[in-house]
């Protein structure tokens, strides 16, 4: 094998690892959004969880005392 032909072979190795990376960077930044979401939702639902649990601790029409 020659020397330009193991260069024509480092080239395309370089090419096919930065395609990669950016395929890999693309797909961190997608499941960046959606952790974000996640996250969204569920301090949502710990809101409305603890709602909830005042309401079962303290009866509609009690007071807090």
Do not use: C, W
Not at 22 to 45: C, F, H, P, Q, S
């Amino acid at each position: 094998m020659t020397i330009d032909e193991r260069l024509d072979r480092v080239v395309e190795r370089h090419e096919a690892l930065a395609q990669s990376v950016e395929l890999l960077t693309n797909d961190v930044r997608e499941l960046g959004k959606y952790v974000g979401d996640i996250a969204e939702g569920t301090a949502r639902l710990l809101n409305i969880a603890e709602i909830h649990e005042k309401r079962f601790t303290r009866p509609e029409g009690g007071s807090e005392d």
